[in-house]
């Protein structure tokens, strides 16, 4: 968890470049790469609170908050990084990668086939 936050603390400080030249493709890229990135994150921090004996809830809840609290302190660091600028739409798209991240571990991976649940159990994400 703390190494794919200090991913996240090493992308955040690089400045950032055109992906395409058509503006909706290059801001849809990025945007992905928020949700995935903060949506991992997510995951992350749900399974060390599962761990830590937390109620499934109060994990989801934690995970959410923490994801957001480090997505606001993420904008935060990049004020001071040359050629990024902070943005609370980022935010918005960091706490959209926790919702899907924890919407997926509480509704889709339980419905999911008995092969994937016991490639999960081997994460403990379940």
Known sequence: MIAWA???FW???RPTGTV???????FVFKKFLHVVFFGMLATLIYRASINSKVS???SVKFSILMTVTYGILDEFHQSFTVGRQPGV???VFDALGALISMY??????PKAPEKVKRFAESFQLK
């Open 6 to 8: 200090l991913v996240i």
């Open 11 to 13: 992308f955040s400080s």
């Open 20 to 26: 395409s030249e058509v503006n909706w493709q290059d």
């Open 56 to 58: 499934k809830l109060n």
């Open 89 to 91: 739409r980022d935010v």
């Open 104 to 109: 997926v571990l509480w509704t889709l991976l």
